[in-house]
């Protein structure tokens, strides 16, 4: 790692970061699946379903959700049978997941408060990893990806949902203006928290690009990458193999 990662658009040490995005889930989890839907009007749900679509969880295949936080794409893994563990370094967010779990009558996950730069469980655990507008946040995401690579058996999938850079002329700068100027406006009316949110939308701005973050997938010893644009990249399902 660098002496300094990013905030944002802030430069920062790396544990003021951990401790800034922490503070940032604390703050919105209560209201985070409110947010996602008034965000992207509901679109949110469909690109989960394409991405659970894509990983094709089995019966019985163990998988690990990496920043499951809510349980979103855990408890549509777990309705195809797969045995899911939801991990998440915000107990904030487990809690709120765990609630909505209850809520639901959705039995069976196993939840787990857990850094994805440095997971407790031993190597070659998992069928599948998957991880949903979560690898942004990390402080040190080379790392996490070779955790990722750790804890999947051979033969392993890699299965990652991320916010990207759309190429579709015109709407990167309709979407640049409504991301930066109405997303803290409305973060500020649901969730009270313009600052959370503004630091969200800038968060992935300085999220690599497609092809930046494949080739620092492969880095971490993924083969078979595959990179799937949705909405000409704005969101993108990053995919990779441990062989």
């Known amino acids: 790692m660098t002496d300094t990662v990013s905030f944002g658009y802030e430069e920062v040490e790396p544990d003021e970061k951990t401790r800034r995005v922490g503070a940032v889930f604390s703050s919105v989890a209560s209201s985070y699946d409110v ?6 009007g509901g679109m949110h749900r469909l690109w989960k379903d ?11 295949e163990a998988i690990l959700d990496m920043a499951g936080g809510t349980g979103d794409i855990a408890f549509r893994m777990a309705a195809r049978g797969a045995e899911v563990t939801v991990a998440d370094i915000n107990q904030d967010m487990l809690d709120v997941g765990v609630e909505r779990a209850m809520e639901r009558g959705i039995n069976g996950l196993v939840w787990s408060n857990q850094n994805a730069e440095k997971l407790t469980y031993p190597s070659a655990m998992f ?15 080379p790392a996490a990806l070779k955790e990722a690579h750790r804890v999947l058996k051979i033969g392993g999938r ?4 991320e916010f990207s850079t759309t190429q579709w002329p015109g709407f990167k700068e309709a979407y640049d203006l409504y991301s930066h100027h ?15 949110y503004r630091y969200l939308i800038e968060s ?4 690599p690009d497609m092809p930046r973050f494949e080739a620092m997938i492969r880095a971490a010893g993924f083969e078979n990458t595959r990179v799937e644009p949705i909405m000409g990249g704005l969101v993108a399902i990053h995919s990779g193999w441990k062989v």
Not at 50 to 60: M, T, Y
Not at 158 to 161: A, D, G, S, W
Request: with cysteine.
């Open 35 to 40: 947010m996602n839907d008034a965000m992207s």
């Open 158 to 161: 890699f299965f990652c949902l």
């Open 127 to 141: 069928d599948a990893y998957t991880i949903a507008f979560g690898i942004r946040n990390v402080t040190d995401i």
């Open 182 to 196: 109405l997303v803290p406006r409305i973060g500020k009316a649901i969730a009270g928290d313009a600052d959370s």
């Open 50 to 60: 394409r991405f659970v679509r894509r990983v094709k969880p089995r019966p019985h």
């Open 204 to 207: 992935i701005r300085r999220f």
